[in-house]
T-cell receptor
Framework: EDQVTQSPEALRLQEGESSSLNCSYT??????LFWYRQDPGKGPEFLFT???AGEEKEKERLKATLTKKESFLHITAPKPEDSATYLC???????????FGAGTILRVKS | DTGVSQDPRHKITKRGQNVTFRCDPI?????LYWYRQTLGQGPEFLTY????????KSRLLSDRFSAERPKGSFSTLEIQRTEQGDSAMYLC??????????????FGDGTRLSIL
């Protein structure tokens, strides 16, 4: 069964303090690893898709990387508006469902 | 570019009542998904449609749950005889197919269901 574990559960940063979120996964035949951002009371907002080990994607202060066992979401010089829950999900070889981790709650203080 | 739209945003009902939610996907997307999310957890898959065909259902989808997607456009999710444990956020997502069926799923803002 496909599984996703995210760490840490919560992270508090000062504005400008860079850090990384971790997503460890086990999946039968990875067809894609997806990062989402979720604000309170809203649905997940798509950020990145990574398809194979070694791939990297960047968007503003965020950079996602992928190995065969885990993905990292690096946040460079975060701002308070980056505060949200970040979700990682995998799409395995069989079926069409995303399997999500429980998320990392990020708080950035000014 | 309109995103995925869900209605209602909030639903409060008494235990034992039936409820129905609606999802309007992104217009060019042929795939539609329903997920359920409880506090502190990631979304859990419920069911998947390709056009009007329901191709996958989770074991979470008990016989009190039914989903339809008539004509491959909007979708409805109905819960009969609601129970306390049904309280959650119900999320709808849509995507295009792509060569490997791995295009990103785009989510609506969900319907929050509260059972009294």
């Amino acid at each position: 069964e496909d599984q996703v574990t995210q760490s840490p559960e919560a992270l508090r940063l000062q504005e400008g303090e860079s850090s990384s979120l971790n997503c460890s996964y086990t999946v039968s035949g990875l067809r894609g690893l997806f990062w989402y951002r979720q604000d309170p009371g809203k649905g997940p907002e798509f950020l990145f898709t990574l398809y194979s080990a070694g791939e990297e994607k960047e968007k503003e202060r965020l950079k996602a990387t992928l190995t065969k066992k885990e993905s990292f979401l690096h946040i460079t010089a975060p701002k308070p508006e980056d505060s949200a829950t970040y979700l990682c999900a995998v799409l395995g070889e069989y079926g069409n469902k995303l399997v999500f981790g429980a998320g990392t709650i990020l708080r950035v203080k000014s | 570019d309109t995103g995925v739209s869900q209605d209602p945003r909030h639903k409060i009902t008494k235990r034992g009542q039936n409820v129905t939610f609606r999802c309007d996907p992104i217009s060019e997307h042929n795939r539609l998904y329903w997920y359920r999310q409880t506090l502190g957890q990631g979304p859990e898959f419920l069911t998947y449609f390709q056009n009007e065909a329901q191709l996958e259902k989770s074991r979470l989808l008990s016989d009190r749950f039914s989903a339809e997607r008539p004509k491959g456009s909007f979708s409805t999710l109905e819960i009969q005889r609601t129970e306390q444990g049904d309280s959650a956020m119900y999320l709808c997502a849509s995507s295009s197919s792509g060569a490997r069926g791995n295009q990103p799923q785009h989510f609506g803002d969900g319907t929050r269901l509260s059972i009294l």
